[in-house]
């Protein structure tokens, strides 16, 4: 692995990076409540949001880079238009810490996860709830829509995958999805938003129908417990990072168990 652009203007630990859809921009953010804007290839900080009056605990930006969802420690959200450094709204929507916030791939519409235990679902030009589903008693650790906005799925403490639909008014989760025997650590959609792909503890990876809430497949072989995954662009092949620094990668058209290994990398 070879280091391309080490950049260094941030004296507090970094809680999030992100790249932008574009790859020409990156987004950092500290906990003391400070966002970054950086340019991939300059190499120099292009934007600073304003420090916060309570520390973040999560951030997300649009798919085109001109607007950044914050969620903070004591349960507020807020909006900000990047390039002008503004404000756009701001409201209290959990009663705990917010652990995700994420956009659709439109930006009309954005979503939190709490310490709560719920998922909001909110209009972004306005930050009113659309509506607050109902999910664990425990934390709500991720969320994240479907490529085609249909759907939303986020990842609780109790290790179990719960998927919504962001149409209509129910509050209910359409669907609870579990492993038998591990908890569930993250998620991601495939490309065409038909399948969810969930790591497990046991290192194994679970593989749902999004619509019927089926078991597709499970891809064994890991030997320490996984903590991410994601497709590839065209949905053939499913990476899998694990808590020792590895990853391997699950193949090809049905994620039959062809497995590739690399060490010393995360996905």
């Known amino acids: 692995m070879i280091t391309l652009a080490p950049a260094q203007a941030q004296d507090e630990p970094i809680k999030q990076v992100q790249f932008s859809a574009s790859g020409q921009k990156i987004l950092s953010c500290d906990v003391t409540g400070r966002v970054y804007v950086w340019s991939m290839h300059a190499e120099f900080l292009t934007n600073l949001m304003r420090r916060y009056a309570d520390n973040i605990s999560s951030c997300a930006m649009s798919n085109d880079m001109k607007l950044c969802l914050v969620g903070c420690n004591n349960g507020r959200v807020m909006l900000w238009d990047v390039e002008r450094r503004e404000s756009v709204w701001e409201y209290t929507h959990h009663t705990g810490r917010v652990e995700a916030v994420a956009f659709n791939s439109m930006r009309d519409m954005c ?8 998922i909001v679902l909110l209009f972004s030009d306005s930050g009113k709830q659309a509506n607050s589903y109902i999910g664990a008693e425990e934390p709500m650790m991720t969320v994240q829509f479907s490529p085609d906005d249909e759907r ?3 990842c609780a403490s109790d290790g179990k995958l719960y998927l919504y639909q962001t149409a209509g008014s129910s509050r209910k989760p359409k669907a609870v999805l579990r492993s038998n025997i591990a908890r569930i650590n993250n998620h991601v959609w495939s490309p065409n938003s038909k399948l969810v792909a969930g790591s497990c503890s046991d290192g194994t ?9 089926g078991i597709h497949t499970v891809l064994e072989g890991a030997a320490a417990g996984a903590t991410c995954c994601g497709f590839d662009l065209i949905g053939k092949l499913l990476a899998v990072g694990t808590v020792l620094g590895e990853w391997r990668t699950h193949g090809s058209v049905g994620l039959e168990n062809t497995q590739i290994w690399g060490l010393g990398a995360t996905v």
């Open 152 to 154: 939303l799925a986020g």
């Open 111 to 118: 979503a939190t996860a709490g310490a709560d235990g719920r």
């Open 205 to 213: 990876m679970m593989v749902w129908n999004a619509s019927s809430g």
